[in-house]
DNA sequence: TTTTGAGTTGTTCGA
DNA sequence: GTCGAACAACTCAAA
Protein backbone atom coordinates (compact mmCIF):
# COMPACT_ATOMS: atom_id res chain seq x y z
CA UNK A 1 0.00 0.00 0.00
CA UNK A 2 1.19 3.46 -0.87
CA UNK A 3 1.72 6.33 1.30
CA UNK A 4 -1.12 8.17 -0.68
CA UNK A 5 -4.25 9.06 0.43
CA UNK A 6 -7.71 10.19 -1.16
CA UNK A 7 -9.65 13.21 -0.33
CA UNK A 8 -12.95 12.85 -1.89
CA UNK A 9 -15.35 15.79 -1.98
CA UNK A 10 -18.88 15.63 -2.19
CA UNK A 11 -21.03 18.67 -0.46
CA UNK A 12 -17.65 20.45 0.90
CA UNK A 13 -16.64 22.18 -1.69
CA UNK A 14 -13.99 24.12 0.28
CA UNK A 15 -10.76 24.27 1.89
CA UNK A 16 -11.15 26.44 5.05
CA UNK A 17 -11.97 24.94 7.80
CA UNK A 18 -11.54 21.56 6.45
CA UNK A 19 -10.94 18.36 8.82
CA UNK A 20 -10.72 15.85 5.91
CA UNK A 21 -7.66 17.64 4.94
CA UNK A 22 -5.92 17.13 8.85
CA UNK A 23 -7.15 13.43 8.74
CA UNK A 24 -5.44 12.79 5.09
CA UNK A 25 -2.40 15.04 5.97
CA UNK A 26 -2.28 12.59 8.55
CA UNK A 27 -2.63 9.22 6.96
CA UNK A 28 -0.40 9.73 3.97
CA UNK A 29 2.74 12.50 2.63
CA UNK A 30 0.46 12.74 -0.25
CA UNK A 31 -3.11 13.32 -1.02
CA UNK A 32 -5.21 13.07 -4.32
CA UNK A 33 -8.49 15.58 -4.48
CA UNK A 34 -11.61 13.88 -6.15
CA UNK A 35 -14.82 14.72 -7.07
CA UNK A 36 -17.21 11.70 -8.50
CA UNK A 37 -19.82 13.34 -11.01
CA UNK A 38 -22.57 10.73 -9.44
CA UNK A 39 -25.86 10.22 -12.25
CA UNK A 40 -28.25 9.46 -9.31
CA UNK A 41 -27.69 12.59 -7.69
CA UNK A 42 -27.20 14.87 -10.89
CA UNK A 43 -30.03 13.28 -12.68
CA UNK A 44 -32.74 14.67 -10.16
CA UNK A 45 -30.89 17.91 -8.91
CA UNK A 46 -32.51 20.17 -11.32
CA UNK A 47 -30.40 22.19 -14.15
CA UNK A 48 -29.99 25.22 -11.25
CA UNK A 49 -28.22 23.21 -8.63
CA UNK A 50 -26.40 21.53 -11.42
CA UNK A 51 -24.77 24.36 -13.19
CA UNK A 52 -24.16 25.74 -9.59
CA UNK A 53 -22.33 22.51 -8.93
CA UNK A 54 -20.05 22.87 -11.78
CA UNK A 55 -18.93 26.23 -11.12
CA UNK A 56 -18.65 25.79 -7.62
CA UNK A 57 -16.07 22.62 -8.82
CA UNK A 58 -14.08 25.05 -11.24
CA UNK A 59 -13.45 27.17 -8.06
CA UNK A 60 -12.68 24.43 -5.55
CA UNK A 61 -10.26 23.41 -8.89
CA UNK A 62 -9.03 26.47 -8.93
CA UNK A 63 -8.05 26.80 -5.43
CA UNK A 64 -6.06 23.48 -5.33
CA UNK A 65 -4.13 24.64 -8.61
CA UNK A 66 -5.87 23.06 -10.63
CA UNK A 67 -5.33 19.21 -9.47
CA UNK A 68 -9.37 18.36 -8.63
CA UNK A 69 -9.87 14.86 -10.51
CA UNK A 70 -13.64 14.79 -11.86
CA UNK A 71 -14.64 11.43 -13.27
CA UNK A 72 -18.16 10.27 -13.77
CA UNK A 73 -19.34 7.17 -12.19
CA UNK A 74 -21.56 4.98 -9.67
CA UNK A 75 -18.96 5.95 -6.57
CA UNK A 76 -19.11 2.37 -5.24
CA UNK A 77 -16.94 1.34 -8.79
CA UNK A 78 -15.14 4.69 -9.58
CA UNK A 79 -13.67 5.75 -6.37
CA UNK A 80 -12.37 2.26 -5.44
CA UNK A 81 -10.57 2.33 -8.98
CA UNK A 82 -8.90 5.64 -8.44
CA UNK A 83 -7.77 4.68 -5.02
CA UNK A 84 -6.55 1.31 -6.60
CA UNK A 85 -4.78 3.78 -9.40
CA UNK A 86 -2.88 5.40 -6.65
CA UNK A 87 -2.59 2.40 -4.09
CA UNK A 88 -4.19 4.73 -1.71
CA UNK A 89 -4.26 3.69 1.73
CA UNK A 90 -7.44 5.55 2.76
CA UNK A 91 -10.28 7.89 1.03
CA UNK A 92 -11.32 11.04 3.44
CA UNK A 93 -14.85 11.98 3.34
CA UNK A 94 -17.02 14.40 5.55
CA UNK A 95 -19.63 12.16 6.65
CA UNK A 96 -22.97 12.30 4.50
CA UNK A 97 -26.30 11.57 6.58
CA UNK A 98 -28.97 11.56 4.09
CA UNK A 99 -30.61 8.55 2.87
CA UNK A 100 -28.47 7.82 -0.21
CA UNK A 101 -25.39 9.13 1.02
CA UNK A 102 -25.92 6.52 3.84
CA UNK A 103 -26.24 3.64 1.13
CA UNK A 104 -23.87 4.97 -1.47
CA UNK A 105 -21.36 5.58 1.11
CA UNK A 106 -22.01 2.15 3.03
CA UNK A 107 -21.29 0.15 -0.57
CA UNK A 108 -18.03 2.54 -1.47
CA UNK A 109 -16.69 1.47 2.31
CA UNK A 110 -17.30 -2.30 1.32
CA UNK A 111 -15.59 -2.42 -1.91
CA UNK A 112 -12.99 -0.87 -0.58
CA UNK A 113 -12.20 -3.13 1.84
CA UNK A 114 -12.67 -6.08 -0.34
CA UNK A 115 -9.30 -4.61 -1.68
CA UNK A 116 -7.40 -3.87 1.74
CA UNK A 117 -8.72 0.49 2.25
CA UNK A 118 -10.29 2.36 4.48
CA UNK A 119 -12.81 5.06 4.21
CA UNK A 120 -12.34 7.69 6.63
CA UNK A 121 -15.38 9.91 7.43
CA UNK A 122 -14.23 12.58 9.24
CA UNK A 123 -16.84 15.60 10.51
CA UNK A 124 -19.93 16.03 8.71
CA UNK A 125 -21.83 19.48 6.68
CA UNK A 126 -23.26 20.30 10.46
CA UNK A 127 -21.78 21.51 13.54
CA UNK A 128 -23.29 18.63 15.34
CA UNK A 129 -24.06 15.39 13.40
CA UNK A 130 -27.10 13.53 12.99
CA UNK A 131 -27.75 11.64 15.97
CA UNK A 132 -25.37 12.83 18.40
CA UNK A 133 -28.22 15.26 20.20
CA UNK A 134 -29.93 12.99 22.53
CA UNK A 135 -32.43 13.51 25.51
CA UNK A 136 -31.64 12.50 28.95
CA UNK A 137 -32.36 8.92 28.31
CA UNK A 138 -30.91 8.26 25.24
CA UNK A 139 -33.78 9.04 22.76
CA UNK A 140 -33.71 11.70 19.95
CA UNK A 141 -35.50 14.63 20.07
CA UNK A 142 -38.83 14.88 18.44
CA UNK A 143 -39.72 18.71 18.92
CA UNK A 144 -37.55 21.44 18.17
CA UNK A 145 -37.21 23.61 20.79
CA UNK A 146 -35.89 20.82 23.66
CA UNK A 147 -33.56 20.11 20.33
CA UNK A 148 -32.16 23.56 19.72
CA UNK A 149 -31.53 23.67 23.59
CA UNK A 150 -29.45 20.59 23.57
CA UNK A 151 -27.92 21.22 20.61
CA UNK A 152 -26.25 24.74 22.00
CA UNK A 153 -25.49 22.65 25.07
CA UNK A 154 -23.73 19.71 22.94
CA UNK A 155 -21.43 22.84 21.37
CA UNK A 156 -19.78 22.39 18.33
CA UNK A 157 -15.50 21.82 17.78
CA UNK A 158 -13.91 25.21 16.65
CA UNK A 159 -13.05 25.93 12.69
CA UNK A 160 -10.13 23.61 11.42
CA UNK A 161 -7.44 25.97 10.45
CA UNK A 162 -7.16 24.69 7.10
CA UNK A 163 -6.14 25.99 3.09
CA UNK A 164 -5.20 24.43 0.12
CA UNK A 165 -1.97 23.91 1.16
CA UNK A 166 -2.89 21.67 4.38
CA UNK A 167 -2.29 18.91 1.67
CA UNK A 168 0.07 18.15 -0.88
CA UNK A 169 -1.82 17.13 -3.89
CA UNK A 170 -0.81 14.74 -6.19
CA UNK A 171 -0.83 15.74 -9.98
CA UNK A 172 -4.12 13.70 -11.33
CA UNK A 173 -2.66 13.65 -14.60
CA UNK A 174 0.70 11.47 -13.21
CA UNK A 175 -1.48 8.93 -12.02
CA UNK A 176 -0.65 5.73 -13.57
CA UNK A 177 -3.97 3.82 -14.44
CA UNK A 178 -7.63 4.22 -13.08
CA UNK A 179 -10.28 5.99 -15.36
CA UNK A 180 -9.93 8.91 -16.65
CA UNK A 181 -11.08 12.54 -15.84
CA UNK A 182 -13.63 14.36 -17.66
CA UNK A 183 -14.04 18.28 -17.79
CA UNK A 184 -16.22 19.58 -15.87
CA UNK A 185 -19.01 19.71 -17.42
CA UNK A 186 -20.25 23.02 -18.85
CA UNK A 187 -23.01 25.15 -17.41
CA UNK A 188 -26.75 24.19 -18.96
CA UNK A 189 -29.08 26.48 -20.25
CA UNK A 190 -30.60 28.34 -16.96
CA UNK A 191 -33.46 30.99 -16.75
CA UNK A 192 -32.37 31.84 -13.02
CA UNK A 193 -30.12 34.08 -12.12
CA UNK A 194 -27.50 32.16 -10.03
CA UNK A 195 -25.86 33.38 -7.40
CA UNK A 196 -21.71 33.47 -7.57
CA UNK A 197 -20.49 30.19 -6.74
CA UNK A 198 -17.34 29.10 -4.65
CA UNK A 199 -15.73 29.44 -1.34
CA UNK A 200 -14.93 33.34 -1.95
CA UNK A 201 -18.23 33.56 -3.18
CA UNK A 202 -19.58 32.26 0.16
CA UNK A 203 -17.14 34.29 2.56
CA UNK A 204 -17.90 37.10 0.60
CA UNK A 205 -21.85 37.05 1.16
CA UNK A 206 -21.45 36.06 5.10
CA UNK A 207 -19.50 38.97 5.33
CA UNK A 208 -22.02 41.22 4.04
CA UNK A 209 -24.49 39.81 5.87
CA UNK A 210 -22.62 39.86 9.40
CA UNK A 211 -21.79 43.51 8.38
CA UNK A 212 -25.01 44.07 6.80
CA UNK A 213 -28.53 42.75 7.42
CA UNK A 214 -28.04 40.92 10.40
CA UNK A 215 -28.69 43.93 12.66
CA UNK A 216 -32.08 44.36 11.86
CA UNK A 217 -32.34 40.29 10.86
CA UNK A 218 -35.38 39.09 13.54
CA UNK A 219 -37.03 42.32 12.30
CA UNK A 220 -36.99 42.22 8.89
CA UNK A 221 -36.42 38.25 8.37
CA UNK A 222 -40.07 37.92 6.75
CA UNK A 223 -39.84 40.45 4.61
CA UNK A 224 -39.39 39.17 0.92
CA UNK A 225 -39.49 42.98 -0.15
CA UNK A 226 -36.62 43.69 1.47
CA UNK A 227 -32.95 42.29 1.72
CA UNK A 228 -32.97 40.94 4.74
CA UNK A 229 -32.61 37.48 4.88
CA UNK A 230 -28.48 36.00 4.44
CA UNK A 231 -28.68 34.22 1.46
CA UNK A 232 -26.49 31.80 3.16
CA UNK A 233 -28.45 28.62 2.14
CA UNK A 234 -27.15 28.04 -1.32
CA UNK A 235 -23.66 27.43 0.35
CA UNK A 236 -23.85 25.43 2.94
CA UNK A 237 -26.33 22.96 0.57
CA UNK A 238 -22.83 22.71 -1.25
CA UNK A 239 -20.91 23.43 1.84
CA UNK A 240 -18.52 26.44 0.49
CA UNK A 241 -18.72 27.81 4.00
CA UNK A 242 -19.12 24.90 7.24
CA UNK A 243 -21.50 26.35 9.65
CA UNK A 244 -19.41 25.93 12.23
CA UNK A 245 -17.91 28.83 10.90
CA UNK A 246 -20.55 30.42 11.04
CA UNK A 247 -21.08 29.84 14.54
CA UNK A 248 -17.59 30.64 15.15
CA UNK A 249 -18.06 33.97 13.85
CA UNK A 250 -21.27 34.74 15.15
CA UNK A 251 -20.33 33.72 19.22
CA UNK A 252 -18.38 37.49 19.97
CA UNK A 253 -22.27 39.35 18.66
CA UNK A 254 -24.82 39.27 21.43
CA UNK A 255 -28.06 40.56 20.10
CA UNK A 256 -31.68 39.02 19.87
CA UNK A 257 -31.15 39.04 15.84
CA UNK A 258 -27.95 36.54 16.20
CA UNK A 259 -29.77 34.60 18.56
CA UNK A 260 -32.80 34.59 15.75
CA UNK A 261 -29.96 33.32 12.87
CA UNK A 262 -28.28 30.79 14.88
CA UNK A 263 -31.83 29.07 15.70
CA UNK A 264 -31.95 29.11 11.93
CA UNK A 265 -29.17 27.22 11.88
CA UNK A 266 -30.12 24.99 14.17
CA UNK A 267 -33.28 24.27 12.47
CA UNK A 268 -31.23 22.77 9.35
CA UNK A 269 -29.84 20.22 12.02
CA UNK A 270 -32.54 19.44 13.70
CA UNK A 271 -34.11 18.73 10.15
CA UNK A 272 -31.29 16.54 9.03
CA UNK A 273 -31.26 14.76 12.50
CA UNK A 274 -35.09 13.50 11.75
CA UNK A 275 -34.34 12.89 8.25
CA UNK A 276 -31.38 10.60 9.70
CA UNK A 277 -33.69 9.24 12.13
CA UNK A 278 -36.48 8.54 9.77
CA UNK A 279 -34.83 8.00 6.29
CA UNK A 280 -38.67 7.28 5.22
CA UNK A 281 -39.91 10.88 5.55
CA UNK A 282 -37.94 11.88 2.13
CA UNK A 283 -40.60 10.49 0.85
CA UNK A 284 -43.98 9.30 3.17
CA UNK A 285 -45.45 11.33 5.76
CA UNK A 286 -43.74 11.55 9.31
CA UNK A 287 -46.57 11.54 10.90
CA UNK A 288 -48.76 8.33 9.20
CA UNK A 289 -51.51 9.24 10.26
CA UNK A 290 -51.78 11.67 7.65
CA UNK A 291 -51.94 8.77 5.22
CA UNK A 292 -55.85 9.35 5.99
CA UNK A 293 -55.48 12.87 4.55
CA UNK A 294 -57.74 12.47 1.56
CA UNK A 295 -56.16 14.43 -1.21
CA UNK A 296 -57.26 15.95 -4.19
CA UNK A 297 -56.89 14.26 -7.75
CA UNK A 298 -58.05 14.62 -10.98
CA UNK A 299 -58.17 16.95 -13.97
CA UNK A 300 -58.97 20.24 -12.20
CA UNK A 301 -56.64 19.24 -9.30
CA UNK A 302 -53.65 18.93 -12.40
CA UNK A 303 -54.95 22.33 -13.91
CA UNK A 304 -54.19 24.08 -10.39
CA UNK A 305 -51.18 22.57 -9.74
CA UNK A 306 -49.85 23.52 -13.30
CA UNK A 307 -51.07 27.32 -12.35
CA UNK A 308 -49.39 26.95 -8.76
CA UNK A 309 -46.15 25.88 -10.54
CA UNK A 310 -46.43 28.78 -13.10
CA UNK A 311 -47.55 31.61 -10.99
CA UNK A 312 -50.53 31.88 -12.19
CA UNK A 313 -53.07 31.16 -9.42
CA UNK A 314 -54.54 34.85 -9.11
CA UNK A 315 -53.45 35.48 -5.81
CA UNK A 316 -50.71 37.57 -5.94
CA UNK A 317 -48.21 36.63 -3.26
CA UNK A 318 -48.46 33.36 -4.15
CA UNK A 319 -47.70 34.02 -8.04
CA UNK A 320 -45.10 36.55 -7.10
CA UNK A 321 -43.32 33.48 -5.24
CA UNK A 322 -43.38 30.85 -7.87
CA UNK A 323 -42.25 33.29 -10.12
CA UNK A 324 -39.05 34.37 -8.16
CA UNK A 325 -38.67 30.63 -7.94
CA UNK A 326 -38.02 30.66 -11.82
CA UNK A 327 -36.25 33.83 -12.15
CA UNK A 328 -33.79 33.36 -9.33
CA UNK A 329 -33.95 29.64 -8.27
CA UNK A 330 -34.23 30.80 -5.14
CA UNK A 331 -37.59 32.05 -2.78
CA UNK A 332 -37.97 33.76 0.72
CA UNK A 333 -38.69 31.80 3.22
CA UNK A 334 -41.69 33.09 4.42
CA UNK A 335 -43.12 32.70 0.83
CA UNK A 336 -42.09 29.49 0.62
CA UNK A 337 -44.54 28.93 3.72
CA UNK A 338 -47.15 31.05 1.91
CA UNK A 339 -47.01 28.64 -0.92
CA UNK A 340 -47.01 25.83 0.36
CA UNK A 341 -50.06 26.48 2.87
CA UNK A 342 -51.36 27.19 -0.36
CA UNK A 343 -50.44 23.87 -2.32
CA UNK A 344 -51.59 22.05 0.31
CA UNK A 345 -54.54 23.48 1.87
CA UNK A 346 -55.89 25.26 -0.32
CA UNK A 347 -55.49 23.17 -2.89
CA UNK A 348 -55.54 20.05 -1.42
CA UNK A 349 -52.60 18.56 -3.36
CA UNK A 350 -49.98 16.04 -1.57
CA UNK A 351 -46.95 18.26 -0.52
CA UNK A 352 -44.29 15.88 -2.09
CA UNK A 353 -45.57 17.65 -5.10
CA UNK A 354 -44.85 20.79 -4.05
CA UNK A 355 -41.63 19.63 -2.38
CA UNK A 356 -40.58 18.06 -6.11
CA UNK A 357 -41.29 20.91 -7.79
CA UNK A 358 -39.01 23.12 -5.67
CA UNK A 359 -36.10 20.14 -5.79
CA UNK A 360 -36.18 20.64 -9.17
CA UNK A 361 -36.04 24.71 -9.44
CA UNK A 362 -34.23 25.79 -5.73
CA UNK A 363 -30.13 26.45 -6.44
CA UNK A 364 -30.25 25.69 -2.81
CA UNK A 365 -32.34 23.02 -2.60
CA UNK A 366 -31.52 20.29 0.44
CA UNK A 367 -33.56 17.34 0.80
CA UNK A 368 -33.86 17.14 4.39
CA UNK A 369 -34.56 21.01 5.10
CA UNK A 370 -37.10 20.81 2.51
CA UNK A 371 -38.87 17.82 2.72
CA UNK A 372 -39.60 18.85 6.46
CA UNK A 373 -40.27 22.42 5.78
CA UNK A 374 -42.78 21.10 3.54
CA UNK A 375 -44.44 18.34 5.70
CA UNK A 376 -43.95 21.13 8.59
CA UNK A 377 -46.83 23.32 6.83
CA UNK A 378 -48.75 20.02 5.64
CA UNK A 379 -48.86 19.19 9.30
CA UNK A 380 -47.57 15.72 8.99
CA UNK A 381 -44.33 16.73 10.18
CA UNK A 382 -42.33 17.20 13.25
CA UNK A 383 -44.53 19.54 16.26
CA UNK A 384 -47.63 18.91 14.04
CA UNK A 385 -49.05 22.19 13.38
CA UNK A 386 -52.41 22.93 14.72
CA UNK A 387 -55.18 21.96 11.88
CA UNK A 388 -57.12 25.69 12.52
CA UNK A 389 -53.35 27.09 10.90
CA UNK A 390 -54.39 28.14 7.34
CA UNK A 391 -52.32 30.84 5.94
CA UNK A 392 -54.74 33.46 4.06
CA UNK A 393 -52.64 34.37 1.05
CA UNK A 394 -54.28 37.74 1.29
CA UNK A 395 -53.23 38.58 5.14
CA UNK A 396 -49.87 36.96 4.54
CA UNK A 397 -49.01 39.51 1.39
CA UNK A 398 -50.34 42.46 3.48
CA UNK A 399 -48.77 41.84 6.84
CA UNK A 400 -45.02 40.99 5.19
CA UNK A 401 -45.21 42.86 1.81
CA UNK A 402 -46.97 45.74 3.28
CA UNK A 403 -46.28 47.80 0.16
CA UNK A 404 -46.60 45.03 -2.05
CA UNK A 405 -42.92 45.92 -3.70
CA UNK A 406 -42.12 42.54 -3.41
CA UNK A 407 -45.45 41.49 -5.53
CA UNK A 408 -45.20 43.99 -8.25
CA UNK A 409 -41.19 42.88 -8.60
CA UNK A 410 -42.38 39.87 -9.58
CA UNK A 411 -45.61 40.15 -11.45
CA UNK A 412 -45.36 43.05 -13.95
CA UNK A 413 -49.30 42.69 -14.99
CA UNK A 414 -49.68 44.07 -11.37
CA UNK A 415 -46.65 47.22 -11.76
CA UNK A 416 -49.99 49.63 -12.69
CA UNK A 417 -51.34 48.89 -8.98
CA UNK A 418 -50.04 50.84 -6.24
CA UNK A 419 -49.70 50.10 -2.47
CA UNK A 420 -51.18 47.23 -0.68
CA UNK A 421 -53.46 47.08 -3.24
CA UNK A 422 -51.41 45.18 -5.43
CA UNK A 423 -52.79 42.12 -3.07
CA UNK A 424 -56.52 41.93 -3.50
CA UNK A 425 -56.29 42.35 -7.51
CA UNK A 426 -60.23 41.13 -7.93
CA UNK A 427 -61.19 44.45 -5.38
CA UNK A 428 -59.93 46.79 -7.71
CA UNK A 429 -62.27 49.61 -8.98
CA UNK A 430 -61.21 48.30 -12.23
CA UNK A 431 -61.07 44.75 -11.86
CA UNK A 432 -58.34 42.44 -12.07
CA UNK A 433 -55.83 44.12 -14.76
CA UNK A 434 -55.49 42.64 -18.35
CA UNK A 435 -53.53 39.57 -18.68
CA UNK A 436 -53.35 38.92 -14.54
CA UNK A 437 -55.90 35.73 -13.49
CA UNK A 438 -58.61 35.64 -11.56
CA UNK A 439 -58.46 33.47 -7.92
CA UNK A 440 -58.36 29.97 -9.01
CA UNK A 441 -60.45 28.70 -6.03
CA UNK A 442 -62.25 30.51 -3.27
CA UNK A 443 -59.64 30.84 -0.60
CA UNK A 444 -62.40 31.29 2.11
CA UNK A 445 -64.26 28.17 1.08
CA UNK A 446 -60.96 26.01 0.58
CA UNK A 447 -59.69 26.94 3.80
CA UNK A 448 -63.05 25.32 5.52
CA UNK A 449 -62.84 22.05 2.95
CA UNK A 450 -59.15 21.64 4.48
CA UNK A 451 -60.14 21.92 8.01
CA UNK A 452 -63.19 19.36 6.87
CA UNK A 453 -60.48 16.64 5.02
CA UNK A 454 -57.51 17.65 8.67
CA UNK A 455 -60.58 16.11 10.66
CA UNK A 456 -60.31 12.97 8.96
CA UNK A 457 -56.44 12.57 9.88
CA UNK A 458 -57.47 13.62 13.53
CA UNK A 459 -60.47 10.56 13.83
CA UNK A 460 -57.93 8.04 12.38
CA UNK A 461 -55.82 8.63 15.32
CA UNK A 462 -58.71 8.24 17.83
C1' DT B 1 -44.76 7.38 37.89
C1' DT B 2 -47.06 11.51 37.65
C1' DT B 3 -47.40 16.04 36.62
C1' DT B 4 -46.59 20.13 34.36
C1' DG B 5 -45.60 23.38 30.89
C1' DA B 6 -44.95 24.11 26.36
C1' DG B 7 -45.15 23.69 21.40
C1' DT B 8 -41.45 28.90 14.84
C1' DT B 9 -43.82 30.97 11.46
C1' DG B 10 -52.13 31.82 12.11
C1' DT B 11 -57.01 33.33 11.29
C1' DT B 12 -61.43 34.73 12.39
C1' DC B 13 -64.86 36.77 14.99
C1' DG B 14 -66.90 39.93 17.84
C1' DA B 15 -66.51 43.66 21.05
C1' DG C 1 -58.61 50.37 13.50
C1' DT C 2 -57.31 47.27 17.53
C1' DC C 3 -57.54 43.58 20.81
C1' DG C 4 -58.44 39.25 23.06
C1' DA C 5 -60.53 34.92 22.83
C1' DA C 6 -61.43 30.82 20.55
C1' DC C 7 -59.98 27.42 17.66
C1' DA C 8 -58.39 20.38 19.81
C1' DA C 9 -56.22 17.49 21.40
C1' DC C 10 -51.91 15.56 21.72
C1' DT C 11 -47.17 14.76 22.28
C1' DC C 12 -42.99 15.75 24.09
C1' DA C 13 -39.48 16.57 27.55
C1' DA C 14 -38.15 17.24 31.96
C1' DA C 15 -38.94 17.97 36.84
Not at 5 to 10: D, L, S
Not at 376 to 395: E, I, K, L, M, Q
Not at 425 to 454: C, F, S, T
Request: overall charge neutral; hydrophobic content about 40%; some cysteine.
Amino acid sequence: MGDTAVVWFRRDLRVRDQPTFLAAADAASRSLALFVLDPALLQPSGSARRTFLYRSLRALDEALGGRLLVVRGDPADVVTLVAAGIDAATVHVAADFGPYGTRRDEAVEKALADAGRRLLRTGSPYAVAPGRVRKADGGSFGVFTPFRRAWAEHGWRAPAETGASTVRWLDPDARDGGPGSVPIPDDEPVDAALPDAGEDAAHRQWWAFLDGALSTYGEHRNRPDKPATSRMSVYLKFGEIHPRTMLADLAPRRSASVETYRTELAWREFYADILWRRPDSARANYDRAFDALPLASGSVAEKRFAAWCEGGTGFPIVDAGMRQLREQAWMHNRVRMIVASFLVKDLHLPWWRGARHFMQLLVDGDLASNQHGWQWTAGSGTDASPYFRVFNPVTQGEKFDPDGDYVRRFVPELRGVAGKAVHRPWALPGGVPDGYPGPIVDHKAERLEALERYERVKSMRD
